[in-house]
């Protein structure tokens, strides 16, 4: 069965950094097409798709993010941890981690629950 | 970037009803096309995969067609627990972009 559960700090003040952990079981990410993907989600608007980590340890961003995103494994491969520099209260949302296979035709199959986080200004 | 344009945006039905989303794509993407159904408070559930393929689980009643730059999403007896929030997804091209979402409510 596969899980994920997200977690960090559900309050941040503005121009901090902030850091979010994936914790996930179920599945390798060292294995061949496995990715661990972050998607975050503002206070009654759309999903946006934020960062992708490959089992090659490959890893792609969102344009309007990239310089402030970076996505990395621990060593285990058990934990993805998010990192988003420069904090505005426009990036208060709730932050998806879940897992995608490679070719991503297949889509994402399995989500942590949201980890709900607020920028203060 | 690869541009998702859902319609309509809100839509209102009753149960029984049948009713159509559609999702276009600012350039062909092929069949790398899902849809995710979400309720208030939870993590998206993928129902459709590679435009037109029923996710495991997921009632009949869902179905998904289109290919290139128009998708859509046809639920054939609207039920009780599908009023939700439905989200198209491209996976053809990185940064895997989202539609706006559209809202289906109670009529």
């Known amino acids: 069965q596969v899980t994920l559960r997200e977690s960090g700090p559900a309050l941040v003040n503005s121009t901090q950094t902030l850091t979010l952990t994936c914790s996930f079981s179920?599945?390798?990410?060292?294995?061949?097409?496995?990715?661990v993907t972050w998607v975050r989600q503002p206070p009654g608007k759309a999903l946006e798709w934020l960062a992708l980590?490959?089992?090659?340890?490959?890893?792609y961003y969102s344009t309007s993010l990239k310089t402030r995103l970076t996505v990395s494994r621990d060593t285990s491969k058990t934990q993805v941890v998010l990192t988003l520099t420069n904090v505005d209260p426009l990036d208060t949302a709730t932050y998806f981690c879940?897992?995608?296979?490679?070719?991503?035709?297949?889509?994402?199959?399995?989500w942590g629950p949201g980890t709900l986080v607020i920028v203060s200004s | 970037d690869i541009q998702l344009t859902q319609s309509p945006s809100f839509l209102s039905a009753s149960v029984g009803d049948r009713v159509t989303i559609t999702c276009r794509a600012s350039?062909?993407?092929?069949?790398?096309l899902v849809w995710y159904q979400q309720k208030p408070g939870q993590a998206p559930k993928l129902l459709i995969y590679?435009?037109?393929s029923l996710q495991s689980g997921v009632p009949s009643r869902f179905s998904g067609s289109g290919s290139g730059t128009e998708f859509t999403l046809t639920i054939s007896s609207l039920q009780p627990e599908d009023f939700a929030t439905y989200h198209c997804?491209?996976?053809?091209?990185?940064?895997?972009?989202f539609g706006q979402g559209t809202k289906l409510e109670i009529k």
């Open positions: 879940a897992r995608i296979r490679h070719p991503g035709i297949r889509g994402i199959d399995s």
């Open positions: 179920g599945f390798s990410l060292s294995t061949y097409g496995m990715c």
């Open positions: 980590i490959d089992w090659d340890d490959d890893r």
């Open positions: 350039q062909g993407i092929a069949s790398y």
């Open positions: 590679g435009a037109s």
């Open positions: 997804q491209q996976l053809k091209t990185y940064p895997y972009t």
